[in-house]
């Protein structure tokens, strides 16, 4: 079947705009969650979903950042007035409800100028 | 709180040979999960392996394997034969059992195989 799939997979803004990434998870996979990966580092955590409980929005850097998920599915992750270290990859994962692995999308690549 | 620790920044081996990834982890949970992802030069991270803390049997799936030493917090993982496709990032990973809270990673081990 078809895995997660994240769009776009690259996106160069600038510097004050707001920018919205979005994330297509496994079908039936209730769980959703949002990573960033910086040049050369791990991953870190922003926030994540859990079928309809409110989400997990501890990782979330600033109140720049912020994110929804409509209908249990799709998730977008917007980020407002965008500053140059927010340049990064923006990995989101989908996991089923109980037990396994997170399984990733290819990433949206920002760029910040 | 959860912490990872990789203290291999880059490791080389020989094609065919075999090569141990290490990973140190600090939980204060009693059951919890322990993961490795691939992550390739393309940026996705690819799940390869998985160890429960109650597994009595270190985890297998192909040519890897995980070295599970639970009363030392460690989780290396093992890789036989290695081949030039294996050269990529590795990331260790953990989450407590039984939640579907986030992932903690640990810096990630740049693997590269020599022809």
């Known amino acids: 079947g078809a895995g997660v799939s994240q769009s776009p997979s690259n996106k160069v803004t600038e510097k004050g705009k707001d920018v919205e990434l979005r994330c297509d998870p496994i079908?039936?996979?209730?769980?959703l969650y949002w990573y960033r990966q910086s040049l050369g580092q791990g991953l870190e955590f922003l926030i994540y979903?859990?079928?309809?409980?409110?989400?997990?929005k501890s990782g979330l850097p600033s109140d720049r950042f912020s994110a929804e998920r409509t209908g249990g599915s799709v998730s977008t992750l917007t980020i407002q007035r965008t500053q140059q270290e927010d340049s990064a990859v923006y990995l989101c994962?989908?996991?089923?409800?109980?037990?396994?692995?997170?399984?990733f999308g290819p990433g949206t690549r920002l760029t910040v100028t | 709180a959860q912490k990872i620790t990789q203290t291999q920044p880059g490791m080389f081996v020989q094609e065919k040979e075999a090569v141990t990834l290490d990973c140190t982890y600090d939980?204060?949970?009693?059951?919890?999960?322990l993961f490795w992802y691939k992550q390739p030069s393309s940026g996705e991270m690819i799940f390869l392996i998985y160890q429960g803390s109650y597994d009595e049997q270190n985890a297998t799936e192909g040519r890897y394997s995980l070295n599970f030493q639970k009363a030392r917090k460690s989780a290396n993982l093992v890789i036989s034969a290695s081949q030039l496709g294996d050269s990529a990032m590795y990331f260790c990973a953990m989450r407590p059992s039984g939640s579907a809270r986030q992932l903690t990673f640990g810096s990630g081990t740049q693997l590269t195989v020599l022809p």
């Open positions: 079908s039936g996979h209730t769980a």
């Open positions: 939980t204060s949970d009693q059951s919890y999960g």
């Open positions: 994962a989908s996991r089923l409800p109980v037990g396994g692995a997170q399984y």
């Open positions: 979903f859990q079928g309809n409980s409110a989400p997990d």
